[in-house]
RNA sequence: GUGGCUAUAGCUCAGUCGGUAGAGCAUCGGCUUGUGGUGCCGAGGGUCGCGGGUUCAAGUCCCGUUAGCCACCCCA
């Protein structure tokens, strides 16, 4: 090797044996989506610049890849200069998220789509971060959308259908945590803080499980004390009712008034109770659903229920969602309801053990050396014909590795072929063991 | 974006106190073996991630850089 070549930073190769488990993944979590009625869409991976950075975006919007204009001039350059910003520069970028293209599809097609609309969307997105384990530049989201529905019914259809995938993958010991966005936004009025400082103390109560609760009124007492001092009381109600611990409090109304302060957030929570109780019938063994009123997620298009994903196998969360109900609006000039929820394929990947399945019959023809062309496509002729898939490989001195290789690489039958082979009737084939 | 750890042959790794590199597997060749899983002998393959510095001498010490991993941050 002349010189060390990586794939990019944050990207990754995948070689064929991972390339067909994750297909093997893909399709599982297709099936299950379709049967519940979702059907399939695409759209490009690249959007507008200003759509990807209308602030919908939170923190993603500073980490996504933006694409230069074509045919930039030094002027460009040194009017950008001039103004101090690159923004003049660039006009498109890459999807960090299928949320934000998903709204503007549905803008865009909305004549041609049903009133209520489930989508399956599933496709690679890029962040800019900096990656390590869980955490790639390029990563594949696997979302279902049902656009158009204001009731509990679509959340309780997309818990319901993320359930039964996370159960076909055969993951068990999921927690499905669920909170709503008016019920933080409430709790924090209710103890004081300002409209302007929501955003950061949002960011502060999201670290409960990192810092405590004392933690947590330390760092906002620097804001606003007295604000602090009362969110201290509501934390404590919440210990209490042992909805900060692993797993939470269970959803239902009467739970969720007990955790919440008097008059917080009713609405919400009887939106939580009928979304809870229309989904926990047909819940999986294998996922559990609990209310939890710390969890925010950062996404700033959420304006209503939110949900994530939790797996002990996994430091982080392994998928999330909720409602956005503003955001179609922004490019359609008319509200229309809409929620989301997304499995992050490369962390379930990472928990799911998938049977090396393919029944099919794979045979190899172990040619010796030399053997002409014609000889060896005549029988590789034939065996299509009778259906078999077929890989031509030559003899080699070290049948043991061939062997071991071959079958790694999913062969399950092998035929020898020799100057003398005249015809598929000729070959011996022979199963191969592992 | 912040901090820490790591980088040696195609792969997995060893390399002590600084003295210009080794093993197993893989590859290739010869012989052996019942031409389908054997055994023996031999060969090729490395500017030690990259770029600087210290030194008579650097895989080894120092700085930078790139990539991976880990903890933050954030999230899928």
């Not at 919400?268 to 609990?290: I, N, R, S, Y």
Request: glycine share 10%; aromatic share 6%.
């Amino acid at each position: 090797m002349v010189q060390k070549v990586n794939a990019t930073r944050g990207m990754r190769d995948f070689l064929p044996a991972e390339k067909a488990r994750r297909e093997r993944a893909l399709n599982i979590i297709r099936e299950v989506y379709r049967s519940h009625g979702f059907t399939e869409i695409e759209a490009p991976a690249v959007e507008d610049f200003g759509r990807l950075h209308s602030g919908l975006g939170g923190d993603n919007e500073k980490l996504s890849f933006s694409i230069l204009k074509r045919g930039l001039t030094g002027q460009d350059l040194s009017d950008a200069a001039a103004a101090e910003s690159t923004d003049s520069l660039t006009d498109l970028g890459l999807r960090f998220d299928l949320t934000v293209p998903l709204a503007r599809y549905y803008a865009t097609n909305r004549a041609q789509l049903p009133g209520v609309f489930r989508a399956i969307h599933i496709g690679p997105v890029w962040r800019a971060e900096r990656p390590q384990r869980g955490r790639y530049r390029q990563f594949v989201q696997s979302d279902i959308d049902i656009i158009g529905e204001g009731s509990a019914l679509a959340e309780a259809e997309l818990i319901t259908a993320t359930s039964q995938a996370l159960d076909a993958l055969g993951l068990q010991d999921c927690a499905i945590r669920v909170n709503d966005r008016r019920i933080l936004t409430e709790l924090l009025n209710h103890c004081g803080f300002s409209e302007e400082e929501h955003a950061a103390a949002l960011i502060t109560v999201d670290k409960l499980d990192k810092i405590g609760a004392e933690g947590v009124v330390a760092e906002l007492a620097e804001q606003n004390p007295e604000a602090a001092d009362e969110i201290g009381r509501v934390l404590a109600r919440f210990e209490q009712a042992g909805a900060t611990v692993a797993g939470g409090a269970p959803l239902n109304a009467e739970a969720i008034a007990a955790v919440l302060p008097e008059g917080v957030a009713s609405e919400a929570a009887a939106h939580l109770d009928e979304l809870a109780q229309a989904v926990t019938p047909g819940l999986p063994a294998g996922v559990t659903l609990c209310f939890d009123p710390t969890l925010v997620r950062g996404m700033g298009y959420y304006t209503g229920t939110i949900f994530e994903i939790a797996h002990p196998g996994s430091g982080s969360s392994v998928g999330g969602g909720g409602r956005y109900d503003g955001m179609i609006g922004r490019f359609l000039g008319e509200d229309v309801p809409a929620v989301g929820f997304s499995i992050g394929f490369e962390r379930i990947m990472e928990l799911v053990e998938l049977p090396s399945s393919s029944d099919a019959e794979v045979v190899a023809l172990i040619s010796d050396k030399d053997l002409p062309a014609f000889q060896l496509l005549a029988l590789k002729r034939e065996l299509l014909d009778a259906g078999k898939t077929v890989r031509i490989v030559w003899r080699q001195k070290n049948m043991k590795a061939l062997l071991s290789n071959l079958a790694a690489e999913g062969v399950t039958h092998t035929a020898a072929v020799r100057a003398e082979t005249a015809g598929a009737a000729d070959l011996e084939i022979r199963p191969l063991a592992g």
